[in-house]
C-alpha cells in the first residue's frame, strides 16, 4: 500500500526541559517541549510557563513537578507548536523585496520587542491564542446581552401597547 501525503510524521527525537528564571518581580518556570522529526527537518517547539513567585528551592521544584508535572505536560500539549527553525518571528521569504518596503519592515521590526528565543515565541503565540479567545468569547456574551435587552424592550412595548 503506498504511503499517503497528508500521514502524521512521528518525532525522531523528543526532548523536554524545564528553566526556571527571576523574570523582575517573580520566579517563573518554563516547560519547553522540543520535537525532532524524522525527515531532517528542524521540528517544533511547544511552551508553557508558570508563576512560582518566590524563590523555589530544588526540594519544592521536585515536589512540584512530583504533583503537577502532568498538569504541566498537558498544557505543553494544548499550547500551539512553534516551528524550531524560527528565529523568533522574523519571515522568510525567497525574492528580493522593494527597499523602501525593506526599510518599513525594519523599522518596524527593530521598534517590537522580540522574544529571544523559540520558548518565548511559543507562549507569544498562546498569548495571542488565549487572548482571541477571551475576545471572542467577549464579543458573543455583548451580542447575547444585546439581543436580550432588545427583546425586553420590545416585550414592554407589547405590554404597553396592549395597556398593560
Given at each position: ?69 502532568g ?57 495571542e ?16 446581552e ?11 412595548a ?7
Amino acid at each position: 500500500m503506498p504511503a499517503s501525503d497528508n500521514q502524521v510524521t512521528t518525532p525522531a527525537a523528543v526532548s523536554a526541559q524545564l528553566t526556571v528564571f527571576f523574570d523582575g518581580r517573580f520566579w517563573v518556570g518554563v516547560l519547553e517541549h522540543h520535537e525532532r522529526h524524522q525527515d531532517g527537518g528542524a521540528g517544533t517547539v511547544q511552551a508553557t510557563r508558570h508563576v512560582f513567585g518566590a524563590e523555589p528551592s530544588d526540594v519544592e521544584l521536585h515536589d512540584f513537578l512530583l504533583k503537577h508535572g502532568g498538569d504541566l505536560i498537558d498544557r505543553v500539549a494544548a499550547s500551539a507548536p512553534v516551528p524550531a527553525s524560527r528565529s523568533a518571528g522574523s519571515p522568510t521569504t525567497g525574492r528580493r523585496p522593494n527597499p523602501k518596503r525593506a526599510a518599513r519592515q525594519a523599522a518596524k521590526d527593530a521598534a517590537r520587542a522580540r522574544p529571544s528565543t523559540a520558548a518565548q515565541a511559543a507562549l507569544a503565540a498562546a498569548r495571542e491564542e488565549t487572548s482571541a479567545r477571551v475576545a471572542r468569547n467577549r464579543s458573543r456574551r455583548r451580542r447575547q446581552e444585546a439581543a436580550e435587552a432588545w427583546e425586553r424592550r420590545r416585550q414592554r412595548a407589547k405590554r404597553r401597547h396592549r395597556g398593560r
